[in-house]
Nanobody
Framework: QVQLVESGGGLVQAGGSLRLSCAAS????????MGWYRQAPGKSRELVAS???????NYLDSVKGRFTISRDNAKNTVYLQMNSLEPEDAAVYYC???????????????WGQGTQVTVSS
């Protein structure tokens, strides 16, 4: 089985920074695209940022220039550095990854349990 475990959420004042981490563990052969999604109360889950195994990135327009996604392939870990946080960034942030497990040629999509980010104004 594969698990994605997030850490780094919390409460921060507007203008502050947080760094989220997500480590994948289990019988992993390789990991494809990794990403961060978020879901605020009453809103749909949205893609915040994603990164390919080679490092190509994609960002939600509203976070461009403030958030940076990165990954450490040796550690099966993805990060999200969030700067200049705004109250609108408050949400539960979820890690997502396409993972090929040992013993299979199929790639499965996995989600973390979510980590709360609260931004006070």
């Amino acid at each position: 089985q594969v698990q994605l475990v997030e850490s780094g959420g919390g409460l921060v004042q507007a203008g502050g920074s947080l760094r989220l981490s997500c480590a994948a563990s289990g019988s992993i052969v390789n990991i494809g695209t990794m990403g961060w999604y978020r879901q605020a109360p009453g809103k749909s889950r949205e893609l915040v940022a994603s990164i390919s195994p080679g490092g190509s990135t994609n960002y939600l327009d509203s976070v461009k220039g403030r958030f940076t996604i990165s990954r450490d392939n040796a550690k099966n870990t993805v990060y999200l550095q969030m700067n200049s946080l705004e109250p609108e960034d408050a949400a539960v942030y979820y890690c997502n990854a396409d993972v090929r497990r040992s013993g299979t040629l199929i790639t499965f999509n996995y989600w973390g349990q979510g980590t709360q980010v609260t931004v006070s104004s």
